[in-house]
């Protein structure tokens, strides 16, 4: 069971093997192919630093804490009608990001996100929503 964030849902879903450090590549990998591999693994939705957040350079500074990571975890639960506590298989917040998210939304939900600047997100929700699921990472 992995133990995710709010806005990390999305994360995941745009992730291309980019991240913070290697450290936080290689868990981030780990968890983005076993999800891929395995749907149904079941996740715990937190409040706060999760198993990613858990990886995150020490040398850089910390948004982990941050409100607007706070606002954003919200946010996005909202958005796929998910709560913190909740645990649920990937497979499900796949049909949920199917169900509730547009490409488009990456825009309000993610507007102060560095990473959205690439618009790997938005392919991420597009592949979701045409049922390709999450990309291979090599």
């Not at 995150?56 to 506590?85: K, M, N, W, Y």
């Not at 600047?117 to 990472?137: F, K, M, N, P, S």
Request: neutral net charge; hydrophobic residues 30%.
């Amino acid at each position: 069971m992995f133990q995710l964030r709010g806005h990390h849902l999305l994360c995941l879903v745009g992730y291309r093997g980019m991240g913070y450090s290697n450290e936080y590549v290689s868990n981030m990998t780990h968890v983005h192919q076993t999800l891929r591999s395995y749907p149904d693994t079941p996740l715990l939705l937190v409040s706060g630093p999760d198993d990613l957040c858990a990886k995150f350079p020490p040398s850089q500074p910390r948004h982990c804490e941050d409100d607007h990571i706070f606002q954003r975890d919200t946010a996005v639960l909202e958005q796929l009608h998910l709560r913190i506590g909740q645990q649920i298989p990937w497979r499900t917040v796949e049909d949920r990001i199917r169900h509730h998210v547009v490409p488009h939304d990456i825009h309000s939900l993610c507007s102060t996100c560095f990473w959205r600047a690439y618009g790997v997100c938005e392919e991420g929700i597009q592949d979701i929503r045409t049922g390709r699921g999450l990309r291979h990472i090599p």
